[in-house]
T-cell receptor, first 116, second 113 residues
């Protein structure tokens, strides 16, 4: 089974520039997440999609961040304009949903963003 | 109330020893407590998880101990091996598709050979 695919793996941009990250979840997974992981911290949820609808975007800085999931499969996360504090790893994850045993979330390897 | 507090921040254990990482939560609505393991350059991966209807869950060398009244849970790694060196995150969530998973700040574990 192919895992969660993300690209690009690494990106360096100047502040005030824009950047976009792409994610392809595990086939058949209805739920897709974007997390931000700052060095030395745990992942923080930015946005959660169920199919192509937004379930939670309460921690997404909507003045500069946007995300979409067209056709309920792939997703893109965009930052415009970027700030220095946006330097982080952006993790995409997916899950097939809740079961009796819980909700296993599968993470991609992340997109590393450095804003200079 | 949505926080999950994790300690220690870093931990060094000799090979063969027991590694213990602790977490505490406030929100009594949390109903699912997974632990994730993250190697450098990789995304976190589910290691083991527990629901509060049991006090302990063991999978191989990994054990979660859960204390509902104290709102604390811990990960024990028995016979720790150098390959266990990674960052470990505890997490907590409500038990529904609308619940988001809240992660702790992580523990960087190093196992000395």
């Amino acid at each position: 089974e192919a895992g969660v695919a993300q690209s690009p793996r690494y990106k360096i941009i100047e502040k005030r520039q824009s950047v976009a990250f792409w994610c392809n979840p595990i086939s058949g997974h209805a739920t897709l997440y974007w997390y931000q992981q700052i060095l030395g911290q745990g992942p923080k949820l930015l946005i959660q999609f169920q199919n192509n609808g937004v379930v939670d975007d309460s921690q997404l800085p909507k003045d500069r961040f946007s995300a979409e999931r067209l056709k309920g499969v792939d997703s893109t996360l965009k930052i415009q304009p970027a700030k220095l504090e946006d330097s982080a790893v952006y993790l995409c994850a997916s899950s097939s949903g809740w079961s009796f045993s819980g909700n296993t979330i599968y993470f991609g390897e992340g997109s590393w963003l450095t804003v200079v | 109330q949505q926080q999950v507090k994790q300690s220690p921040q870093s931990l060094i254990v000799q090979k063969g020893g027991i590694s213990i990482i602790n977490c505490a939560y406030e929100n009594t609505a949390f109903d699912y407590f997974p632990w994730y393991q993250q190697f450098p350059g990789k995304g976190p991966a589910l290691l083991i998880a527990i629901r509060p209807d049991v006090s302990e869950k063991k999978e191989g060398r990994f054990t979660i101990s859960f204390n509902k009244s104290a709102k604390q849970f811990s990960l024990h790694i028995m016979d720790s091996q150098p390959g266990d060196s990674a960052t470990y995150f505890c997490a907590a969530s409500g038990y529904s598709s609308a619940s988001k998973i809240i992660f702790g700040s992580g523990t960087r574990l190093s196992i000395r050979p």
